[in-house]
């Protein structure tokens, strides 16, 4: 579209600060924490990431929408953002894979966009200021008239936004027969009966159940609210804790679950929110970031061991709460915050970034082979 059909747009942060831009994708007013993320691809799998439930997403990467949409890319059913925040849109994108352009997408999916205002300046404020609530309009051009809209919705911290992500059913995991995510085979053993894996959903991803499946797992997920004593009820070999959005210390239903399911001394692994779940229940507390991580290039690591990492979350668990029984294993080396820890001898581990990347690098893909191998070994014992 050119700019001269765009229509304006307004975006306002709740401390007042007021940008002018220009509409692209759905017309109204919507409201959310604006964030900022730093990858220069993997704009569709964070659209519908539901980790980003309740946020306004502002991309760093100067222009979006070059590759356009397709249905394998998409990491849930539909976007879960609250609005998109770009510099520049491409509205005719060029790839093979694609099937529909980024505006037409969000138009279809009712997700506000605003473009062409200065996102370094925004970013740079988040930076500074810290992440806040802010508000997108094609509606209301007023800026104080926005800002006191903004200004009633509320805060991230002490959201459980957990209840509206999560499936209403149990389901069984099955990766699509035509899906191309593999990005490498996976040796399983021959005539082995699958492991089987109870996912709890706090907003999950499909490319970690994809993972799991590739390792040789059976998944079967269950909603956030499913008491341990079912859970159970199914056998599992291992317990998955899934990302998911908003406050972790607010699901309390969650962290009472995984409480009770530690005492079976099952093996454990955890993914972002999961992974602050699990420090939640082993006793630790969480705090919120300051702006938080959200990016594909987030350095991880411990005793002079690297990894570089795909990370979206904007709380992370407090190091000086964890309790002797349990050990870090891994730092965000950016601002030495906890990204990965272990109980020293209970098979219970976690980590605050995606080791299943999509988008990102795949340094950490082993934490999933490390899952299997623990409970081939809790299997071997019962």
Not at 35 to 49: A, P, S
Not at 191 to 216: C, M, W
Not at 223 to 229: N, V
């Amino acid at each position: 579209m050119p700019i001269a059909e765009a229509k304006p747009a307004l975006l306002v942060l709740v401390d007042g600060t007021v940008y002018q831009g220009l509409s692209f994708g759905a017309k109204g007013t919507t409201v959310g924490e604006v964030v900022f993320n730093t990858g220069m691809t993997g704009y569709q799998e964070v659209l519908t990431d539901p980790s980003y439930s309740g946020q306004i997403v502002t991309f760093t990467y100067p222009e979006l929408g070059n590759t356009g949409v397709n249905p394998e890319d998409e990491e849930s059913s539909h976007p879960h953002v609250k609005g998109v925040i770009a510099r520049n849109v491409t509205y005719r994108p060029s790839n093979w894979r694609s099937t529909q352009s980024l505006p037409d997408y969000l138009i279809q999916n009712k997700v506000v966009g605003i473009y062409g205002i200065d996102t370094r300046a925004l970013t740079k404020k988040i930076r500074s200021v810290g992440a806040m609530n802010g508000g997108i309009s094609t509606e209301i051009l007023d800026p104080q008239e926005l800002i006191r809209f903004v200004q009633a919705a509320p805060s991230m911290a002490g959201l459980n936004l957990v209840k509206e992500v999560t499936t209403k059913e149990v389901y069984e995991w099955s990766t699509p027969t035509d899906s191309h995510w593999e990005f490498a085979s996976v040796a399983t053993q021959a005539n082995q009966e699958p492991l089987t894996v109870v996912a709890i959903d706090f907003g999950v991803k499909r490319n970690i159940l994809h993972r799991l499946a590739s390792y040789g797992c059976r998944v079967i997920v269950v909603p956030a609210s499913t008491p341990a004593e079912e859970i159970l009820s199914h056998n599992p070999d291992g317990i998955f804790l899934s990302n998911g959005p908003g406050d972790p210390s607010a699901v309390q239903e969650g962290i009472v679950t995984a409480t009770e399911l530690l005492k079976a001394k099952k093996p454990t692994f955890g993914i972002c929110m999961g992974h602050q779940i699990l420090g939640l229940s082993l006793g630790a507390e969480t705090f919120k970031l300051k702006f938080g991580h959200r990016g594909l290039n987030q350095p991880a690591g411990l005793k002079q061991q690297v990894e570089i990492t795909s990370q979206n979350h904007g709380f992370a668990v407090t190091q000086e709460s964890l309790s002797s029984d349990v050990e870090i294993t891994h730092l965000n080396l950016n601002d030495q915050t906890v990204a990965g820890l272990r109980h020293k001898t209970l098979p219970f581990f976690s980590v605050q970034y995606h080791p299943e990347a999509s988008p990102g690098p795949h340094d950490a893909d082993y934490l999933f082979e490390k899952f299997v191998e623990s409970m081939r070994e809790y299997r071997a014992k019962t």
